[in-house]
């Protein structure tokens, strides 16, 4: 069951950024700090009490009076509008209501979404509840009444946030089937590769209604195997607003790859691998999922003896962050190695799931620690007791050290290359956690 989403949604300077980053401060899940990757964050994962939903920061929303202008709020919102489950519309009582929320309100009103009205700033109850009364004005529902700045009234706005999450409800006869997101810029080729499959002899399809916020998944039955596809190629809008358009795109990106298993990432072979294509990937790679890199277009290039050997290290460099990732050449318009990315497939899935048993993890350990010994500090040395798997999709590691402060990265990202030099985990990213046990039993 993928996290509930929740957008904020808002005019500039009322407040929007400083109550996104109070929620996801000290509550934020960030699985590797990768540089480079992501930097202009605008999702987070929040936890309030038992409950954990992906909170969006959809950016200033300006309807002024230019043309251009209006139409990014109206691109934006929507987008906010389409994908969540919850909407936070965020005022400000110091500015009262202005014409530009009203706008705004209308739209959120036709969406039928549960959206909750939160007049910020508040640092006085005394001083601005009869202001705060003014927003019933916008027909959408009670105000809350929150300071984000002096954490002010959250609980309250929270509390109600969540009773309009979805309840928890899985289908159970699709939830061995493996679900793949395909992602990628606009254009790449996302629609296309889902209609090859579709008009494919031995593919069988079916539709799953309203399992998706943005599109219809595709279940596809490949040589005696189901699947189900989750295309976001409805990321694809608009045109001179490119660079909008391109952060919000990553919202989608997001809700997909939370519910997929692996995540095959399009990049166009005529074009090569580009900073957003990084940072579309570093999504997948975040939420610890399979990842493909599907080069497409491949028919598309002139070829000599060396091209996929230069497409193959321009990637590794771009994406240096996640090594372990597959790449596939393909052609989705003629089904070029569609074959081929299918067999990717079901490695990844394999070994997404894949567990070691510990006596077998800890012989690895052993020879690992053995061949280089593990770093010291001030006198003081790092000592391993042992390692066990705790989870899979991602493949997840608990190592038992004495202190975790020796615990280098660079240690950790050693014992990772020797867990892969035996098993391989070819498309997973593996987790590793670190925890201390005293010397003494």
Known sequence: MSKPVVAIVGRPNVGKSTLFNVLAGGRISIVQDTPGVTRDRIYADVTWLDRTFTMIDTGGIEPDSSDLIL?????????????????????????????????????????????????????????????????????????????????????????????????????????????????????????????????????????????????????????????VFIDTAGLRRKKNIKEEIERYSVIRTVTAVERADVVVVMIDASEGVTEQDAKIAGVAHENGKGVIIAVNKWDAIVKDDKTIYKHTNKIREVLSFMPYAEIVFISAKTGLRISRLFETLDAVIENQNMRIQTGVLNEILSEAVAMQQPPSDRGRRLKIFYMTQVAVKPPTFVIFVNDKELMHFSYTRYIENKIRDAFDFGGTPLKFIVRERGEKE
């Open 71 to 227: 139409a990014q709020m109206r691109e934006q919102a929507q987008i906010a509008i389409d994908t969540a489950d919850v909407i936070i519309f965020i005022t400000d009582v110091r500015q009262g209501l202005v014409d530009a929320d009203a706008k705004v309100a209308d739209m959120l009103r036709r969406s039928h979404k549960p959206v909750i009205l939160v007049v910020n700033k508040v640092d006085s109850f005394q001083k601005y509840m009869m202001d705060v009364y003014e927003f019933y004005n916008l027909g959408i529902g009670e105000p809350f009444a929150i300071s984000a700045a002096n954490r002010q009234g959250l609980g309250d706005m929270l509390d109600e946030v969540v009773k309009h999450f979805p309840e928890d409800s899985t289908d159970g006869e699709d939830d061995d089937i493996p679900k793949i997101a395909i992602v990628g810029k606009p254009n790449v080729g996302k629609s296309s590769l889902v209609n090859k499959l579709l008009g494919e002899d031995r593919v069988i399809v079916s539709d799953i209604a309203g399992t998706t916020r943005d599109a219809v998944d595709t279940k596809v039955t490949w040589e005696g195997r189901d699947y």
